[in-house]
């Protein structure tokens, strides 16, 4: 489980395609007291930890990704070099600082317009169809690994204001219109959705 507050921002390092994909990231994160097999939350998805080790002053960790996550995330987009937004996996008694996130992508969400507010920016995403009714305003939503609050709602579209200090440090400082991201909607939202649809099909 993570929280949706990311704590470093690195880039893809290399990737080697095999029966999976392995990606190498290279991380600002102490890569000594990270233990094989811990999950690391990289822009929204959660993958596991298959090989570290040292970087100069900062370190580097592998992670093996199936064919379906590819297709599901924005993963299969990347490069080398990529910007990557990263979380470490929260412990008990952490600060919970953002909402529960799973680090399960729910959909792919594209980026309509970014309009400066102030030092804040504006973005405004269109939702998947089938996810957008599971997001509501002044609810959260997870957008490449980060917890954010919902402004509005219009149909399958929705707008989020982002402050500078998360522009500057991770990659919604990079987004731009046609851009696809990942999205996780409210645990919440999901569990409900489930509980309804139940309901219906009795």
Known sequence: M???IITDLGQVRAI?????????????????????????????ACLTVVDKGPDGENGWFAAD???ETLSKTTLGDWREETPVNFERALKAGDELGGHI????IDGIARVI?????????????????????????KGSATIDGVSLTVNEVDNNQF????IPHTLENTTLGSLEPGQRVNLEIDMLA?????????????
């Open 2 to 4: 993570f929280t949706g």
């Open 16 to 44: 080697e395609a095999s029966g999976d994909t392995r990606f190498e990231f290279s991380t600002g994160f102490d890569m000594s007291s990270v233990e094989m097999g811990a999950s690391i939350c990289c822009s929204g």
């Open 65 to 67: 990704v199936s064919a």
């Open 101 to 104: 996130v799973s680090g399960h």
């Open 113 to 137: 317009t970014v309009t400066s507010k102030g030092d804040s920016r504006r973005i405004l995403f269109e939702a998947p169809g089938a996810l957008s009714p599971l997001i509501a305003a």
């Open 159 to 162: 707008g989020i204001n982002v």
């Open 190 to 202: 999901r569990y409900v959705a489930r509980l309804v649809q139940v309901e219906r099909d009795k």
